[in-house]
């Protein structure tokens, strides 16, 4: 895949002339998209920002985003381990990391929404562990559980932690039953990682960069989200987040 190639090509004949943006950014727009009003409405509503709010708010916007892949990398689970194969061989000629190959090779804006670009992420992905490129593993199906199941309460407490729609007490039950699952989940499958002797597989480089990296962050941040949820149910009230309610 060279420069300016469309993403996710696998042949000339498949080039899409046009707009478009590497897959790289149009992510992070994304994600900017959604979290930015979530921290403006709090702005809005209480006149002011708070850094665990808006840490929240960022995760949030980075789940529903990853849901969304989550939903392609259950309706398109034929695809990716077609993909995969794909990738593999890419990577065999290239030498290149196939991630980094998807994330920076352009996306033609008329696709930006299409799943099967964003297949491509697992596809990519199952390089590190094929897992991905397997739906009766542990790592595939409690993706496509989080993108099926998490979606709603994810928005939930987006709104609540923004304009504290909800009573504190339920709020701080939602999230502690949300946070908990991500911080069990991710952690379980770090350990999957070392039990199973895939680690040996890939290069420490790859595995910090695109396993340890990623996953410590759906770790740490869930906990913050624990202890965010534990004191709105303690307190009563949204004072963790910097909003004092009458």
Request: with cysteine.
């Amino acid at each position: 895949m060279q420069r300016g190639k469309s993403v996710g090509l696998s042949s000339a004949s498949e080039q899409t002339a046009g707009w478009g943006a590497p897959a790289g950014l149009l992510s992070v727009i994304a994600i900017a998209l959604m979290a930015l009003p979530g921290i403006g409405a709090r702005y809005w509503i209480h006149g002011g920002v708070d850094p665990i709010h808006c840490l929240l708010s960022l995760f949030f916007s980075i789940n529903l985003l990853i849901c969304y892949w989550e939903m392609a990398l259950f309706f398109r689970r034929d695809y990716i381990e077609t993909r995969a194969e794909f990738w593999r061989r890419r990577q065999n000629d290239t030498g290149r990391t196939p991630a980094v190959e998807f994330l920076t090779a352009r996306v033609p804006l008329r696709r930006a929404f299409s799943p099967t670009v964003w297949a491509d992420v697992w596809a990519t992905y199952s390089m590190f562990d094929t897992a991905y490129a397997d739906r009766n593993t542990y790592g595939f199906n409690i993706d496509i559980g989080n993108g099926s199941a998490t979606p709603i309460p994810t928005v939930i407490l987006y709104v609540t932690f923004a304009a504290g729609v909800l009573p504190a007490m339920a709020a701080g039950i939602l999230g502690a039953m949300l946070f908990w699952q991500w911080t069990y989940a991710s952690s379980l499958y770090l350990v999957s990682f070392f039990v199973g002797r895939k680690r040996s597989l890939i290069s420490r480089r790859d595995f910090y960069v695109f396993l340890f990296g990623p996953n410590a962050i759906w770790i740490l941040t869930p906990m913050l989200g624990l202890y965010v949820s534990i004191r709105l149910i303690l307190d009563g009230d949204y004072s963790v987040l910097g909003l004092i309610q009458d």
